[in-house]
Structure formats: structure tokens, C-alpha cells
């Protein structure tokens, strides 16, 4: 069954650094998206992309996070100057099409620790 | 702010029932409906979806929806230990410009006892 792949599956950070998280969607979804959960509280909605543009982000997305394409199959979002408070769980998600009833499937994740 | 209600739990049943895991959300236009299981340390995984008022069933799994009361509910039938995990209650928002921001309940926390 396709999935959605993350890497790394874990990323330790000093404060302060750039991280990037890779994604790899379901091959022939057309929406992307990232969740985030801090550890024990709820998953949280980061971001969504289609069609190589962000169509809805969150307040916690403020400008030390972005997102890419980069070529046809990842998708990787980049926070600029991570913070201690940016420890988290970071899921992808992607769906076939953007309709309401169209379920969003998650790659296992990437654990973020910054330092 | 759009909220999803749900009780942390834990729910205890022992196996071979019925457990029964409720949701309430707060935004009236919301269109769909989405269970999650999570595993401890895991990422959520899809178990069913529903968008239209009543009954769903796939499997063991029932969801059913009442969109007048703002409620949605995953019943499982004849759980088994292996059913024991955390039921994330997503709802869906459309966005104008495409795609769908899915927002999370806390989930409730299952355990099913031998």
C-alpha cells in the first residue's frame, strides 16, 4: 500500500540552527500538508501546498518556517532559526484531491529536538 | 475558534466489548469527519471517515454522525487488546483556495483488558 515517507525520523538541533524535514507524498497525490504535536498535546495544523503554493497556514507558521517542492516528489519544510519551544513531532500528510471528504494520510513522522 | 471535544480517558472495556468514543466539535460548517488511531510514540493512522448524518460501518468500526448536535462517535465492536491505542477526532475545514485543514481533538485514550 503507498505511504507517505519522512526522513530523518529523528533530528537533534542546537538552538538557534536550520533544520529541514523531508517528505516523500503518496505518488500520485495533489495536496500536502504539515501537522505538528508536541508531546502530549493535540496534532496541530501547520501548513497546506497545492499546486507548488501554500493555500492555508496556521499562526504557529510564522516566518521562520517554510515549505518547498523541489523537484517532483519531496516536500520538505524548513524552519530558519529553530527555538526550544519548536521540539516536536512533525507529521506530512497528502491527499488525492482537495475535497472536503478526502482523507489526509501521514508518514510516521519526524522527531525534532532542539537543544 | 473552531474546537473538537473529546475525553482524554482512559476508557477501559475488556475484550470482546463494545467500546463506544464520542466527539463533539464547534464549527457548524464543518463537512467532514475523521477517526484516527494513534499508537503511543506513532503517527496517526486512518481508520474511517464520515460526512453524511447516521451510520457508517466498515468492519468492526461504526462511526455516526448527527451534524444538528455537532456530534460524531467511532463505536468498536468485539475489541481486542490490540485495539488499545489513542482516537484522534479530526474535523475537516475547507479552505477557499483548496485542500483541507484538519482540526484535533486531544483524543481519547483506549485500553481493552484481557
Known amino acids: 500500500e503507498p505511504e507517505v515517507t519522512q526522513t530523518p525520523s529523528h533530528q537533534v538541533t542546537q538552538m538557534g540552527q536550520e533544520v529541514i524535514l523531508r517528505c516523500v507524498p503518496i505518488?500520485?497525490?495533489?495536496?500536502f500538508y504539515w501537522y505538528r504535536q508536541i508531546l502530549g498535546q493535540k496534532v496541530e495544523f501547520l501548513v497546506s501546498?497545492?499546486?507548488?503554493?501554500?493555500?492555508?497556514k496556521s499562526e504557529i507558521f510564522d516566518d521562520q518556517f517554510s515549505v518547498e517542492r523541489p523537484d517532483g516528489s519531496n516536500f520538505t519544510l524548513k524552519i530558519r532559526s529553530t527555538k526550544l519551544e519548536d521540539s516536536a513531532m512533525y507529521f506530512c500528510?497528502?491527499?488525492?484531491?482537495?475535497?472536503?471528504?478526502?482523507?489526509?494520510?501521514f508518514g510516521d513522522g519526524t522527531r525534532l529536538s532542539i537543544l | 475558534q473552531k474546537e473538537v471535544e473529546q475525553n482524554s480517558g482512559p476508557l477501559s472495556v475488556p475484550e470482546g466489548a463494545i467500546a463506544s468514543l464520542n466527539c463533539t466539535y464547534s464549527?457548524?460548517?464543518?463537512?467532514?469527519f475523521f477517526w484516527y488511531r494513534q499508537y503511543s510514540g506513532k503517527s496517526p493512522e486512518l481508520i474511517m471517515f464520515?460526512?453524511?448524518?447516521g451510520d457508517k460501518e466498515d468492519g468492526r468500526f461504526t462511526a455516526q454522525l448527527n451534524k444538528a448536535s455537532q456530534y460524531v462517535s467511532l463505536l468498536i465492536r468485539d475489541s481486542q487488546p490490540s485495539d488499545s491505542a489513542t482516537y484522534l477526532c479530526?474535523?475537516?475545514?475547507?479552505?477557499?483556495?483548496?485542500?483541507?485543514?484538519?482540526?484535533f481533538g486531544t483524543g481519547t485514550q483506549l485500553k481493552v483488558e484481557l
Open positions: 505518488s500520485n497525490h495533489l495536496y
Open positions: 464549527d457548524r460548517g464543518s463537512q467532514s
Open positions: 501546498f497545492y499546486n507548488n503554493e501554500i493555500s492555508e
Open positions: 479530526a474535523v475537516n475545514s475547507r479552505f477557499t483556495g483548496g485542500g483541507n485543514k484538519l482540526t
Open positions: 464520515i460526512y453524511s448524518n
Open positions: 500528510a497528502s491527499s488525492a484531491q482537495g475535497g472536503s471528504n478526502q482523507p489526509q494520510h
